[in-house]
């Protein structure tokens, strides 16, 4: 307030509401208060991140299990299957292009056929990659459009992601190069800079042969965790140093265990005993020196061996103790389930998958975490789906309509969707109780359960018209008819399907 024409400002107040993260104190020191551009920390880090998750998937237990995971959830034994839904122009099913449409994928998708060096199918490719963005954080493949490759003039070639130069920055006509990709204005890819490998006694590429790869020609799998972010990192990143460390622990924990079982001893001076003059033993070998001073052990001196009802003569002057170490640690198995219960969150997988441990699991806690889990596996699916496959499917069709594998230009050879791979839940019985009930009131489908389970509706519908024209013939050599053989088969599959506990 005003006074004698002075203006009393308010006496300022210590600051109390404020971010504890934000607080800089002893307790902080250790971390950081600078932010900079993501891509300046994969220049420095991504070289030695690659190389020692690559180490990690090539001896750790828990990485390779988790690299497994991806594969297996990610893609799964089918991986995503082209599922055409072409429709007349009155909206109806156009079951001959849909049949068409995914009969040639298909055949474009065999071994030796969609990837160039011949060791992958489609569904081959689609594995090596969930593995490859486990590891190495992203993917690289290189697009062939060619009318001799094969009937479709088009395939794939699978690209180290070591061989994109990380190290080239600058400008090249006019355009942004970072971490070795050629970037317009609005940061969209335009070339990417490989470096060729250096022939098999070289351990390296090439760096002085760098090319320009236009980036139609390349396919760039990876999943940006953050803003402006240009290059992949590998998955394993988060746990990589908690995995590394649960590695060593585990193998020194092996170690002395197997050291506790074969019970070592070490051979201790008795107090004020003289030496004796040097001495040999029954070899010839030296055991003590004239001033009483042990040989080495390369001549003999503790080079015996131990085995069961033996017994050891101690040299003169010494007394044999035995070493007792207590492994295995009775205290490791807790241990382990703290650290892998920690890498399992930064992963995004459960911890009894990861450690391979179902103790303690009841179904209630079961349905719960699994359902977490295949909500992330899910979440990262739909990413794929977009990143890859369907990236593959809009190029092949292009080379398949111009090379006249498929006819005209309709636009229903787009109208298509990717089945991906599905999971049964912990109690198949329960569910399929629960499907028929919503089945009965309408609040389900059976395109919907079917597509739960990675079944496509068309595909089922055909197997079981299949099925029942195969029984029908198989009826009428018997001379039966078909209404005749439904209800015996009514009655075996009741007969073999497992009883239900009524207390479940």
């Known amino acids: 307030m005003a006074k004698n024409n002075v203006i009393q400002l308010p006496v300022p107040q210590p600051e109390k509401r404020q971010w504890q993260a934000a607080k800089v104190s ?28 690559r ?43 849909r049949t068409l449409l995914e009969s040639e994928f298909n055949a474009w998708g065999r071994r030796g056929v969609c990837e160039v060096s011949g060791k992958f199918s489609f569904r081959t490719l689609q594995r090596h990659i969930a593995d490859t963005l486990a590891t190495d954080g992203e ?57 060729p490998e250096g022939g098999a006694n070289n351990s390296s590429y090439r760096v002085g042969d760098r090319f320009r790869v236009p980036a139609a020609e390349i396919i760039h799998v990876y999943l940006p965790e953050f803003c402006w972010q240009t290059r992949g990192v590998p998955w394993l990143a988060v746990a990589a140093s908690r995995v590394h460390m649960i590695q060593g622990t585990e193998d020194a924990e092996v170690t002395a265990a197997r050291a506790s079982a074969c019970k070592v001893g070490v051979y201790e001076a008795l107090p004020d005993m003289a030496p004796p003059p040097a001495t ?23 080079s015996q061996d131990m085995a069961p009802g033996t017994y050891e003569v ?53 349905r719960y975490f699994l359902g977490l889990e295949r909500d992330n596996w899910m979440e990262l699916q739909d990413w794929f789906e977009s990143d890859f496959p369907e990236i593959v499917r809009g190029q092949w069709l292009q080379s398949a309509l111009a090379i006249g594998r498929l ?25 399929a109780q629960a499907d028929e009930l919503e089945l009965k009131i309408g609040s389900t489908t059976l395109n919907a359960i079917l597509s739960r389970k990675g079944l496509d509706f068309d595909d089922h519908i055909a197997e079981r018209i299949n099925e029942l024209a195969s029984i029908k013939t198989a009826a ?8 005749e053989v439904l209800p015996y088969l009514e009655k075996a599959t009741t007969a073999a399907a497992p009883a239900q506990d009524p207390n479940a």
């Not at 080239?168 to 940061?187: A, S």
């Open 55 to 97: 180490e990690l998937v090539q001896n750790s237990d828990h990485a390779k299990g988790f690299v497994r995971m991806v594969r297996n959830n990610l893609v799964g034994p089918q991986g995503f299957k082209l599922q055409a839904r072409c429709v007349t122009p009155r909206g109806k099913p156009d079951l001959k292009s």
């Open 139 to 195: 993917a690289f493949l290189r697009v062939i459009k060619d009318s001799g490759i094969n009937a479709w003039g088009y395939a794939l070639q699978i690209i180290d992601p070591e061989s994109i130069d990380l190290n080239y920055n600058g400008e090249h006509q006019g355009n942004d190069v970072r971490l070795g990709v050629e970037m317009d204005g609005f940061r969209r890819p335009v070339a990417y800079w490989m470096r």
């Open 280 to 302: 040999t033993d029954a070899a010839g070998n030296q055991l003590v020196d004239a001033a009483g001073n042990p040989i080495s052990s390369d001549q003999g001196m503790f």
């Open 314 to 366: 101690v040299p003169y002057g010494y007394h044999l103790k035995l070493l007792d170490p207590q492994h295995p640690n009775s205290a490791m198995p807790d241990f382990l389930k703290w650290a892998l219960r920690s890498i399992g969150t930064g992963l995004g997988v459960s911890y009894n998958a990861l450690g391979n441990d179902a103790e303690g699991v009841n179904y209630t806690s079961l």
């Open 26 to 53: 002893t307790l902080h020191s250790d971390w950081v208060t600078y932010s900079r551009p993501i891509d300046n920390d994969i220049r420095q880090a991504l070289p030695i991140l690659r190389a020692r998750t």
């Open 476 to 483: 009428e050599a018997a001379g039966l008819t078909l209404m």
């Open 407 to 431: 006819p005209g230009e309709n636009p229903k050879w787009d109208q298509v969707y990717w089945q991906a791979r599905r999971w049964e839940g912990p109690d198949p019985a329960k569910q």
